[in-house]
């Protein structure tokens, strides 16, 4: 997965062709573009596991309409259920709202490459989990129509998802202690 971020970030940087050439030429505005690449990446990144996250959200409400047809099951596993799409519409809101992962040419705080490093680390972690909730869905949805093993498959769902949520607290941690460390 970290050669999925690499790719994207080379795709950004390496369509810019003639005006990197002409940049070349400019005293320091090659950093700024190389910075605005990355800028252009993270939010390539973020917008990619945020869409896959609200695709896995869609499927999950169609695993609950399904679950809807049996009225017993669809009262008894509600509230988990709820909980579930409660904690993936909260990681989407706070993907789609972080701040970047680091400061821009002129900004104040500069991010060294090992902090951005690090960043990235977490947001490649973040696709596996974006990964792995889609599986617990799909695995959601092979017991709602087997009628077997449903509450097992949301307890996993649901701890998978609070694991996602607690990776992407400590990628705002990161963030915060890199930009403290900056200032300084």
């Known amino acids: ?44 990144l973020r917008d990619t596991i945020s869409s896959r996250m609200e695709q896995s959200r ?29 904690q993936l519409m909260g990681l989407i809101g706070k993907i789609k709202d972080a701040p970047q992962g680091y400061a821009g040419f002129f ?21 596996d989990h974006a990964a792995q909730i889609d599986a617990d869905i799909a695995a959601l949805n092979k017991a709602v129509t087997e009628g077997a093993n449903i509450e097992a498959a949301i307890d996993q769902l649901n701890q998978d998802l609070k694991l996602a949520n607690e990776l992407f607290n400590s990628r705002q941690e990161v963030i915060s202690e890199v930009s403290i460390t900056s200032e300084k």
Do not use: H
């Open 58 to 86: 869609l499927d999950l409400a169609a695993v609950q309409q399904a679950l809807s047809r049996d009225i017993i099951a669809a009262i008894d596993f509600a509230e988990p259920i709820g909980r579930a799409d409660n």
């Open 1 to 44: 997965m970290m050669g999925d971020i690499q790719d994207m970030y080379g795709k950004i940087t390496d369509e810019r062709g003639f005006l990197r050439n002409l940049i070349s030429k400019i005293p320091g505005f090659k950093g700024y573009m190389e910075k605005a690449g990355r800028r252009e990446a993270d939010q390539l």
């Open 107 to 127: 900004d104040p705080i500069k991010v060294e490459e090992e902090d951005l490093e690090r960043i990235y680390n977490f947001d490649n972690q973040m696709l």
